[in-house]
């Protein structure tokens, strides 16, 4: 976005609480809700505030929300707010015809542990505070242990949100389970009724809550985080709407994830940024669900870990120490 | 002392053999040169690319952030990195190794000399040198991409075509390949094909592919050595997938859906019960009053008698 | 409870020594006062505990992402299942025809209404954003078990509420006249409350027909607040939890811990009001086979829910067995089964211990293990959770209540205890004119002492 752009601030009455912080943010949102309003003009409106009085025809350069830049009359400009509740309309909606889903390879997984902080440092949590979390999985004595990225597994009937007592978490129509956290009401009922363990509850003030204050809240995001409410693995919708692979998907170094759409059957590779048949993949690696005996039906399929081309070394301590003591 | 002496020799030697191990390019991709000269706009344009593809692992250049893993990704500023020749960085990005991720089906070449050229922009020395004109791309002009479909043999044909000697003429002999694209990048479909005399290729379409409600889906064929004919790709959207229209995840009423979606046994269960029940309290207060009612009437009567 | 009242004791003398007797205790004396600034200032260090959790967030508590639910819920279920003795005494026992519950009614059904009032507030403690207590009724959802809970208590505090009132009507007006030591404001609140009660065989009619509709009534919705209580940990798919018959598990689980409740007031009435004459040892030794009975159903139901797991041993399930027959919770587990539930049923089988205080220690033990019985079924499950709990900090991965969580749960309890030590002194524990009609239509039980 161009220098003059940013200056649209001025313009924004949300701007004196928000400035600095909340800019890109900001911006980020305002593509999305269409034309990102007054643009550059907004430098030359405060020199040149005069000029508002009288009725004028300059042209400003205005970025669309599909990336041309355009002109237009600077008096068929009108200031948009940024829209939380836009936000939360689009975050529940979801994005039309499409079935995400994700596809682990297990037979890759170095226990790097890129995809966590990637995670970690997009959602603003501590490094104990998961959406995604390595485990090192071993089914009985004598079968190979191997590492198992987890997040959350964006089930078809999902018995999380089934017990949501207030709509505070929900699945949208591309399979998405969100969390609405200035709808939670703390009673996590949903950790209770997670078998894959994919919720974390904020027990105190998050991270980044000082830096993230007056930020509008975006509900595929699920920041700012907030104190006394859940969080979970999105399926990072917020890049999905831009058309983007999930945080944890594209900082994998070692081409463990793959993501993509069940509807179009393609699925794309995080690290080789190759797209396969989700069908084939699955047809031709064994993929299978996590605990499907449980009935969730769930989004996300793992290969089996076969053919490794590392050699698998345990974790000795899987204690984290508490940052805090 | 001795030790720790022998110790770093080995570390020096060992990072020396890793070095010396690394990566080899051939003579003839390392010569290779870009088609195009490097200007701001490439260097903005591989930029982009840069943060989408490569920072992830390879850090912002010049701050040595890259993540750790062996061998190390060098920082696209460092040395290491800048003593490749422009064809060995090409060459590298194109085929890939170990961590490193080939990008020949992701990023097409002049992608890829774009983000050459961002890399470039951290080294002052560097003088760029550019490949000179020629083969067919030196005589052809305004290569033309035409896909069409037959159903009857469920095959896609790319007829390539450019002006020639001021006429338009067939190229043969290109090696063309056709995507598929999907939501998060571009389906390989078939194989790589090379255009006969009248330049056709003809791809085999998967029969079970879904396009959108109509079937059709976003084609896209390009020559594969676009440093030889520029840019060519076309983009094509044809009915060639099955029709595909799978209904939103949260169209039925259901126990996990929204309050809205409540399955309507429960429904009608909920509201019976709790109206049935509550009508009954309500009757009970109701009774309340007509003992005090009652009340007031009897003291009346006592007092009239 | 019969069909027609005789009024005839309305003119008896021998209602003005019940009355006199049952009145007694009633009013504001230095020993209540006493109590009650105890149990206050005991509350403002539990809610000065709260202030503590509100300002920090739950992370004061022991509880973390794998154990999530701990000594709340625990508490919130043991609060649901006493509360459940309400309906019980007075329904199913007074439905059928046991004359010997009628002096005991009352206090079942303070019990009652004091726990379903305060379960409430319990749950409130564990919610990580109480001030949003609201949503629940502006976005409520119909599939959520909360829901339907939030909606059963309510209902079943109200049910409650109405069956301690209604019957007390007559009694406040006989006190009416009788309480001319008392102070004005209390006198005031029972003219209030008599709703212009006068003992015309018309009120008494109207009144035994609410009190049976209200009788009914409350039985299955009793059924409903505990079977849905259950259902907040049997909806889920977690060994230990993933089970079919939590419903009656913990319906008859209640019955328990409710009668020991209702035994230790019942000797705390006796003792301190010197009431013996109407809580005769009688009432416990049938109180005491009431809790056999109850304690034997719910013996049943503890066998179905651990031999059959015990029996198959399912991965899942073996981990959580293993953890309460010999593992960490094995000592509380075998303590809870053996001193809350063996024990009391060989005990209470000799007549001896259905005496008057052998009952009240048993009841003790009986209430304080019902407690605890609550705690081994919520927390132990989460800690063994289907996947493993590896890259936390260690205290994430075991559950230890903190001190701050206990206050509160304390504070939770004593609230209960004010509002019982409030309904006692304010009104009449005992039923007056049920005791004065029973005494002069000469249907008195022969076996009273």
């Given amino acids: 976005m161009s220098n003059s752009n940013k200056d649209t601030n001025n313009n924004n009455p949300q701007s004196d609480q928000n400035r600095g912080n909340s800019r890109r943010a900001f911006f980020k949102n305002f593509g999305l809700i269409g034309a990102a309003t007054a643009a550059g003009g907004a430098a030359i409106y405060s020199g040149f505030k005069y000029e508002e009085s009288k009725p004028n025809h300059d042209f400003v350069k205005v970025l669309t929300s599909d990336n041309r830049l355009v002109e237009v009359p600077r008096d068929s400009i009108k200031d948009i707010k940024v829209d939380v509740n836009r936000l939360q309309l689009q975050g529940r909606e979801g994005l039309k015809g499409h079935r995400f889903v994700m596809v682990i390879d297990l037979s890759k997984c170095r226990n790097a542990r890129k995809c966590i902080s990637a995670c970690q440092g997009a959602h603003h949590l501590r490094p104990y505070e998961y959406h995604i979390n390595t485990l090192v999985m071993q089914e009985s004595p004598n079968t190979a242990p191997y590492y198992m990225p987890k997040p959350c597994q964006h089930c078809d009937n999902p018995p999380c949100v089934a017990v949501c007592p207030v709509d505070a978490t929900f699945k949208r129509q591309d399979g998405i389970v969100l969390i609405d956290n200035e709808r939670c009401i703390g009673c996590r009922f949903c950790i209770a009724a997670c078998p894959y363990s994919a919720r974390m509850f904020h027990w105190e003030e998050p991270l980044m809550s000082v830096a993230d204050k007056g930020k509008p809240y975006n509900i595929e995001l699920n920041v700012p985080q907030k104190k006394g409410t859940i969080s979970k693995c999105l399926f990072s919708s917020d890049r999905l709407r831009e058309g983007k692979l999930p945080y944890c998907v594209s900082a994998c170094p070692n081409g463990v994830y793959y993501f993509g759409d069940e509807n179009q059957d393609a699925v794309t590779n995080g690290t080789t940024k190759v797209t396969h048949r989700l069908s084939e993949l699955i047809r031709e690696n064994g993929g299978y669900h996590l605990m499907p005996e449980l009935g969730t039906k769930p989004r996300v399929y793992y290969l089996p870990p076969k053919n490794r081309l590392f050699e698998f070394k345990d974790v000795k301590d899987k204690t984290l120490e508490d940052q805090k003591t | 002392m001795k030790k720790r002496y022998l110790s770093l020799l080995l570390i020096v030697l060992i990072s020396f053999r890793l070095s010396a191990q690394e990566w080899v390019v051939p003579a003839e991709n390392g010569a290779k040169l870009s088609p195009f000269a490097f200007s701001d706009s490439t260097r903005k344009a591989g930029a982009v690319l840069f943060q989408t593809n490569c920072k992830s692992c390879h850090g912002d250049p010049g701050k040595n952030n890259a993540i750790a893993l062996v061998p190390p990704p060098p920082d696209p500023a460092s040395a290491k990195m800048q003593g490749n020749s422009d064809g060995a960085l090409f060459f590298k990005l194109v085929s890939g190794k170990g961590p490193m991720p080939s990008f020949k089906n992701t990023i097409s070449s002049t992608d890829l000399w774009r983000v050459i050229s961002y890399i470039r922009s951290f080294n002052e020395k560097y003088v760029q040198q550019i490949a000179p004109k020629s083969g067919i791309a030196g005589a052809a002009e305004n290569v033309k991409v035409l896909l069409t479909w037959s159903k009857e043999t469920n095959q896609v044909q790319a007829v390539i075509s450019a002006m020639k000697e001021k006429r338009i003429q067939p190229i043969a002999g290109a090696e063309v390949k056709l995507f598929a694209k999907r939501y998060f990048g571009n389906l390989l479909i078939d194989e790589a094909r090379n255009t006969d005399a009248q330049g056709k290729a003809i791809f085999n379409f998967p029969k079970d592919l879904p396009g959108d409600s109509a079937g059709f889906v976003q084609l896209s064929a390009r020559l594969t050595d676009d440093a030889a004919f520029g840019e060519a790709k076309a983009d094509t959207t044809l009915a060639v997938g099955v029709p595909t229209y799978r209904p939103p995840l949260n169209e039925q009423r259901a126990m996990w859906n929204v309050v809205q979606k409540t399955p309507i046994w429960l429904l009608l269960a909920y509201i019976f019960t709790v109206l049935a029940v509550w009508s009954f309290i309500f009757y009970v207060l109701l009774q309340i009053r007509a003992i005090y009612k009652a009340g007031i009437n009897k003291n009346q009567d006592t007092i009239d008698s | ?449």
């Fill in chain 3, 1 to 449: 409870m019969s069909s027609e009242v005789n009024t005839d004791f309305l003119h008896d003398k021998r209602l003005d020594a019940i009355a006199a007797d049952l009145l007694r205790p009633v009013g504001i004396s230095k020993g209540f006062l006493i109590w009650m600034g105890f149990l206050t200032i005991s509350l403002m260090g539990c809610i000065y505990a709260y202030y503590i959790q509100w300002d920090k967030g739950l992370i004061v508590t022991g509880l973390r992402d794998y154990v999530s639910w701990g000594m709340y819920i625990a508490n919130f279920i043991f609060f649901v299942a006493t509360s459940l003795v309400g309906m019980l005494i007075s329904s199913v026992l007074g439905l059928i025809g046991f004359k010997w519950v009628k002096p005991i009614a009352r206090i079942a059904e303070i019990i009652a209404v004091a726990f379903a009032a305060v379960a409430g507030l319990v749950i409130v403690s564990d919610m990580g954003r109480p001030e949003r207590l609201p949503y629940v009724f502006m976005y409520g959802r119909i599939q959520s078990p909360i829901l339907w809970d939030v909606t059963v208590v309510t209902t079943y505090m109200v049910l409650s509420a109405l069956l301690y009132f209604i019957p007390l009507i007559p009694d406040l007006a006989i006190s009416k006249g009788r309480m001319g030591h008392q102070p004005k404001w209390l006198q005031a609140t029972y003219e209030f409350l008599s709703v212009n009660w006068n003992h015309s065989s018309y009120q008494y009619k109207i009144l035994l027909k609410a009190v049976r509709i209200l009788l009914i009534l409350i039985i299955p919705t009793a059924f409903a607040i505990h079977t849905v209580t259950s259902w907040l940990l049997a909806v889920t798919l977690r060994p230990g939890w993933d089970s079919s018959i939590f419903g009656p598990y913990f319906l008859t689980g209640a019955f328990v811990a409710g009668s020991a409740a209702v035994v230790i007031m019942m000797y705390f009435v006796r003792t301190n009001y010197k009431l013996d004459k109407y809580l005769t040892v009688y009432h416990f030794d049938m109180m005491g086979k009431l809790l056999v009975l109850v304690s034997i159903v719910y013996l049943y139901f503890n066998i179905n829910e651990f031999l059959v797991p015990a029996y198959k041993l399912k991965t899942a399930d073996a981990i959580h067995l293993h953890e309460l027959f010999v593992g960490e919770h094995a000592m509380l587990f075998w303590s809870v089964q053996l001193l809350g539930l063996i024990l009391p049923i060989i005990l209470l089988l000799f007549k001896f211990f259905r005496k008057p205080f052998p009952m009240l220690v048993i009841s003790i033990v009986v209430l304080v293990a019902a407690w605890f019985k609550r705690y081994i079924i919520v927390v132990p499950t989460q800690e063994n959770p289907f996947l493993p709990k590896q890259f936390v900090p260690h205290a994430w991965m075991v559950y230890q209540p903190t001190v701050i969580e206990t206050a509160i749960t304390m504070g939770t309890i004593l609230l209960a205890v004010i509002i019982i030590t409030i309904l006692f002194k304010l009104f009449p524990v005992i039923p007056i004119w049920e005791m004065a009609e029973e005494e002069c239509s000469g249907e008195k039980d022969k076996h009273q002492e």
